[in-house]
């Protein structure tokens, strides 16, 4: 009796904490679940049942992001979904999204391939930084509306990043997915928004307590990964996005007539006054200008 009474007590803690799941079909069941509701549609607080499954396995993190990330007024900027995911988490919601973006080609291969392909396969730990706070920021831009994080400061050194390389990435995908918005008012087909980006920049978090402008950590060799479906180097495709947010930044200042010593500030503590980085500029004409007008 007693040794039947052990059976049951270790098959009650297999079923309710140790589920085994199989890991290419539960990615492919969790890419379907983040397609249909990533966007501005999304999945209600009574979700967590669609998720309860994971809970006690591998997947019980990843799990939370994704069911977190498609709830409208959602919780992905607090530290337990902004801090770094560990290595396991990565990998698998980096295979997630490969089989999501699979999902949307005209002509998809398997699913179940596609899964087992990147779980095999050698990813950079940066590459996969990259996927899991470009889906967070998309998160943010489709559920949490109105924009307004003036209130935050996103301390990098706390959040669990390994290296400066991390840092930046975590950044300029930052930029790219929250900043270019300032990119867009200043190429607006009906002309500069300049209002629009007066009013955006304020609403920007802090970074490392400064403002997002002030960030210059990529004192590092650049490096090959896959962005957007694509295998390109790093600072040589996300550089010459934060050059033309600055640009279009500076810009308003002149044109809404801020004090020439702020803008001559904004000037300096960005990397608009760095010469290391202008081969990743494309917009040196302005630049050029601003520091002819400091000479």
């Given amino acids: 009796m007693k040794h039947l009474l052990t059976l049951l007590l270790i098959s009650f803690s297999t079923l309710t904490f140790g589920?085994?799941?199989?890991?290419?079909?539960?990615?492919?069941?969790?890419?379907?679940?983040?397609?249909?509701?990533?966007?501005?549609?999304g999945l209600d607080d009574k979700s967590n049942s669609i998720f309860a499954k994971y809970y006690g396995t591998e997947f019980e993190t990843v799990a939370k992001f994704i069911e977190e990330?498609?709830?409208?007024?959602?919780?992905?900027i607090e530290a337990e979904f902004l801090s770094r995911p560990d290595s396991a988490t990565l990998k698998i919601?980096?295979?997630?999204?490969?089989?999501?973006?699979?999902?949307?080609e005209s002509k998809p291969d398997d699913n179940e391939k596609v899964a087992e392909i990147f779980l095999k396969k050698n990813i950079?730990?940066?590459?996969?930084?990259?996927?899991?706070?470009?889906?967070?920021?998309?998160?943010?831009?489709?559920?949490?509306?109105?924009?307004?994080?003036?209130?935050?400061?996103?301390d990098l050194d706390t959040l669990g990043f390994k290296d400066d390389k991390e840092k930046a990435v975590f950044f300029l995908v930052f930029i790219d997915k929250l900043g270019s918005q300032i990119s867009s008012f200043h190429g607006a087909m009906r002309g500069p928004n300049w209002d629009g980006i007066e009013k955006y920049v304020k609403l920007l978090p802090k970074i490392n307590n400064k403002n997002y402008y002030e960030f210059d950590a990529f004192y590092f060799k650049d490096f090959e990964m896959?962005?957007?479906?694509?295998?390109?180097?790093?600072?040589?495709?996300?550089?010459?996005?934060?050059?033309?947010?600055?640009?279009?930044?500076?810009?308003?200042?002149?044109?809404?007539?801020?004090?020439r010593q702020e803008i001559t500030k904004f000037l300096l503590t960005s990397i608009l006054s760095q010469k290391q980085y202008y081969d990743y500029c494309n917009k040196m004409d302005v630049i050029d200008s601003y520091l002819t007008k400091k000479k």
């Fill in 19 to 41: 589920q085994s799941l199989n890991t290419v079909t539960e990615i492919v069941n969790l890419a379907k679940i983040y397609r249909g509701n990533h966007g501005l549609s």
């Fill in 93 to 104: 919601f980096h295979t997630i999204i490969m089989v999501n973006y699979n999902m949307y």
């Fill in 226 to 259: 896959m962005i957007y479906k694509k295998d390109r180097k790093f600072k040589e495709y996300y550089l010459p996005k934060f050059y033309d947010v600055l640009v279009g930044h500076i810009l308003m200042m002149e044109q809404k007539n801020f004090d």
């Fill in 124 to 154: 950079t730990v940066y590459e996969q930084i990259q996927q899991y706070y470009g889906s967070l920021f998309i998160s943010i831009i489709n559920k949490n509306r109105p924009f307004d994080y003036s209130n935050q400061n996103w």
């Fill in 69 to 76: 990330s498609t709830k409208e007024k959602n919780r992905v």
